[in-house]
């Protein structure tokens, strides 16, 4: 999910009115929670608040994530989303990539006590051993590589150990979950080319993941077929639960199993909650006119729009249970078992998350919900980060 950057006040301001829903999480549990290396997959600050000329060095009273939140919530790694959209193309989207990188790197700069570059699963242990956040880069969509390997080499020489070979906008390459359901007769081909295969090829060379959140079953299947390495899906949830063309079928569930990656569940409520979409669509349907405008004037999606004229407690009732979210994580593993399910929250890129998971420091609420289901503290540490350090550890080293 992607949201303009005008939702931020508006999400601030639902986030406090929230806060009095958040219940208390007993000590030991922080304690364990601390304890276990968490590692998220997707998170989308930097286009959110970084490129906007926030600094999340500090505590903001805007957005969901920060350098100190992120240590309040026990993250121990983090993927940063680099990340525009199918509006930049050849000659644009890969130097909007470079200057995003560029913000991380600034913000890793003057902060060399707090986070640090990590580069494969050795960096990553030694940050956690020196108590500082490894910072990991995640490429959402191979449209920044303009259709060019030296591109993608030099994505990874900058510090790109994943790719999501598409974002919502299909590429020359490979097509996207977006596009092979809604648009599929206008296609020029479908699933992964044979220069998607080469692009693949090279990433597992590399040791970048070959990330297969954002792209359509076609692409998804190509992909596994043609990856040598596990494969991460870094932020998408199980269609059974909620049919949206974003989430997983069984079968693809079946299939990263067969390839050894990890899928990472997204927090938005809209791939959480099957009725979410319904219930903002019945909102967006009561203030039409006001909806309308908003877009036209701000060129930003309805359901954007209709976020910004939600009081809170509107905005409150959309929310699913924090339960229907560990749901998701517990269809996986009933599935395919506890060793190939993971944490991608999609902070900062939605506009609504289920009840209690308001921000980056609200981690501990996901290990507390799993030991209430009966997980043992075993599982948990796979779920909250060891199942992708695993994954890593194979792609990288
Ligand atoms: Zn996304």
């Not at 193309?89 to 060399?112: H, V």
Request: net charge negative.
């Amino acid at each position: 999910m992607k949201k303009l950057f005008t939702l931020c006040s508006s999400l601030a301001f639902l986030l406090m009115a929230s806060g009095a829903f958040a219940q208390s999480i007993p000590p030991s549990i922080l304690r364990f929670h601390q304890r276990c290396i968490l590692i998220d997959t997707h998170n989308d600050v930097l286009s959110e608040l970084s490129m906007q000329g926030y600094d999340i060095s500090h505590k903001l009273n805007t957005g969901n994530t920060d350098l100190p939140r992120l240590k309040e919530g026990g993250v121990d790694a983090q993927f940063f989303s680099i990340w525009c959209d199918g509006s930049y193309g050849k000659g644009t989207a890969f130097n909007y990539a470079n200057r995003e990188i560029d913000s991380l790197m600034s913000i890793i700069k003057r902060n060399p006590d707090k986070i640090v570059l990590a580069k494969n699963y050795e960096d990553i242990m030694h940050d956690v051993h020196h108590h500082k956040i490894a910072a990991l880069i995640g490429v959402e969509g191979g449209h920044m590589i303009e259709g060019r390997l030296d591109y993608l080499d030099s994505l990874y020489k900058r510090g790109m150990r994943y790719m999501t070979l598409t974002w919502n906008n299909s590429n020359g390459w490979a097509t996207s979950a977006v596009d092979e359901t809604g648009h599929r007769d206008s296609l020029k081909h479908l699933g992964l080319t044979d220069f998607g295969k080469e692009v693949v090829h090279r990433m597992n060379q590399l040791g970048v993941m070959v990330d297969l959140a954002h792209v359509g079953r076609q692409t998804f299947f190509d992909a596994i077929h043609t990856s040598s390495k596990p494969i991460i899906v870094s932020h998408s949830c199980v269609y059974k639960i909620c049919p949206v063309p974003r989430n997983l079928m069984d079968d693809q569930i079946r299939a990263v199993k067969r390839n050894g990656g990890v899928i990472c569940v997204n927090f938005y409520s809209g791939f959480v909650d099957s009725n979410y979409q319904h219930k903002v669509d019945a909102f967006i349907a009561e203030y039409r006119p006001q909806v309308d405008s908003l877009k036209h004037l701000k060129h930003e999606s309805a359901n954007d729009a209709v976020f910004e004229i939600l009081t809170p407690e509107q905005k409150q009732s959309l929310r699913p249970p924090l339960s229907l979210l560990i749901d998701h994580i517990d269809y996986i593993v009933k599935m395919i078992g506890v060793d190939y399910v993971g944490i991608g929250s999609d902070f900062d890129g939605a506009e609504s998350y289920p009840v209690g998971m308001d921000d980056v420091t609200d981690y501990p609420e996901i290990t507390a919900a799993l030991l209430q289901r009966g997980y043992s503290k075993k599982d948990i540490r796979k779920i909250l980060g060891g199942n992708v350090l695993r994954v890593v550890r194979e792609n990288m080293d």
